[in-house]
């Protein structure tokens, strides 16, 4: 039974083997073949040619080398996020609230994409003077630590701005550059 699935396999692919090979009915069409270049083999890889006539930043769109340079930036600048998010994530930041009788540390928590798209703050030790606890109402306590963390959080949110102003002057270039690429309507 074998025999029989092998020779009808080869019967098979002898009977559509021409779909796969050019037709060579005459010896002027393999020099024809050898000086005729399709428009789709020269662009593949570069873009399209200008059309002279065309105005300025219009004619051909980006090919296929542009696009892959522009992913590759793309991927540049996940990995420099992604670097930054650890940076910030290992950072300390402090808020203190009565007269720095309370410190409160804040921790920096990454965006979970896509599940949690939003960065995170979290509260991750405190800190109270002994003499300024003894001696506060329950009231005024729980008022200095919400101060604390706000001050925590605000000093994070300025810190984590501050650090992804580079990741955002990197992507103005990057979609300045794919903008100029990009033919522009009529």
Do not use: C
């Not at 200008?50 to 992913?71: I, R, T, V």
């Amino acid at each position: 039974m074998t025999k029989l699935a092998t020779i009808a396999t080869i019967v098979f692919t002898a009977t559509n083997a021409s779909a796969f090979s050019t037709s060579r009915s005459g010896g002027n069409n393999v020099m024809s073949r050898q000086t005729t270049v399709s428009s789709t083999s020269l662009n593949l890889f570069g873009s399209k040619p200008k059309d002279p006539n065309a105005p300025e930043g219009q004619g051909g769109g980006p090919g296929m080398m542009d696009q892959l340079a522009m992913f590759k930036k793309a991927q540049e600048l996940a990995q420099k996020k992604n670097d930054l998010d650890k940076e910030l994530a290992n950072e300390k930041i402090t808020g203190t609230a009565a007269d720095g009788n309370i410190e409160v540390e804040i921790s920096y928590i990454p965006p979970q994409l896509p599940v949690n798209p939003s960065p995170g703050f979290e509260a991750s030790d405190v800190n109270i003077n002994e003499e300024y606890l003894a001696s506060v109402s329950a009231e005024d306590l729980s008022t200095a630590l919400v101060e604390a963390i706000r001050d925590g959080e605000k000093t994070a949110t300025e810190k984590v701005t501050e650090k992804y102003k580079s990741l955002e002057e990197d992507m103005q270039k990057i979609m300045g550059s794919a903008a100029a690429a990009t033919p522009k309507p009529q």
